[in-house]
Every structure is written in structure tokens, then in C-alpha cells.
């Protein structure tokens, strides 16, 4: 089974910057897209960025182009995203998950999810 840890998010003001990032951790590693959604309470899930397995393709939702960066140290079988210029629309939990694609870096087909980190921006 597959699981993915997150670690960052927290508290941040307009402005302020943050990493989160996401392991893959457990018995089984697989060659991964990974990527980020973001959820507010009682609505769908929303893509935020992905990358393919082996870091070539990076996509991004329009809202964080320039400000949100996604990359990944195979070696540790981690990806992170570098959130700057956080804004309060920012605010939301961020999930991290993987698809068994690994060319799928819009992560179309998710397969495994996080627990999900709080990331909370205040004006």
C-alpha cells in the first residue's frame, strides 16, 4: 500500500512564504506523479500543481502560476511545494496525491491521497 506523509503548512501571513512537502512512505514506493489539490470544508477538491515521475512536466492552476512552485528529490521519494506571495485565498487544507501514471502530472487519475495539512493565511 501506498502512503503519502505530509509535513509544512501552518500559519502565514499575506505575503509570507511556506513549504509543504509529501514522502511517500511504507513498504511499497512506486514511480510516481505526485501533486498537490486544495479543499475547503464541504467543497470538491481542486487541483493545485503536479509533477511527473521523473520532473519534466510541471502543471500548475492558473492561481498559483508564479507563486507556487513544485519540484522533487527522488532520491527521498518527496516532492515539495514552495508557496510565496501567499495570499488569504490561499487558505485552505492542501492535499498531496500520486497517480500510478507517472507521465500524469495533471494527476487525472489520482490514486493515493494524503492526510491533508491546514494552511491558513491571514491578511
Known amino acids: 500500500q501506498v502512503q503519502l506523509v505530509e509535513s509544512g503548512g501552518g500559519l502565514a501571513t499575506t505575503g509570507d512564504s511556506l513549504t509543504l512537502s509529501c514522502a511517500q512512505s511504507g513498504r511499497t514506493i512506486i514511480p510516481a506523479a505526485m501533486g498537490w489539490f486544495r479543499r475547503a470544508p464541504d467543497k470538491d477538491r481542486i487541483f493545485v500543481g503536479g509533477i511527473s515521475q521523473d520532473g519534466a512536466i510541471v502543471n500548475y492552476r492558473d492561481s498559483v502560476k508564479g507563486r507556487f512552485t513544485i519540484s522533487r528529490d527522488n532520491a527521498k521519494n518527496t516532492i515539495y511545494l514552495q508557496m510565496n506571495s501567499l495570499r488569504p485565498e490561499d487558505t485552505d487544507v492542501y492535499y498531496c496525491?500520486?497517480?500510478?501514471?507517472?507521465?500524469?502530472?495533471?494527476?487525472?487519475?489520482?490514486?493515493?491521497w494524503g492526510q491533508g495539512t491546514q494552511v491558513t493565511v491571514s491578511s
Open positions: 496525491a500520486a497517480s500510478e501514471n507517472p507521465a500524469d502530472s495533471a494527476l487525472r487519475v489520482p490514486a493515493y
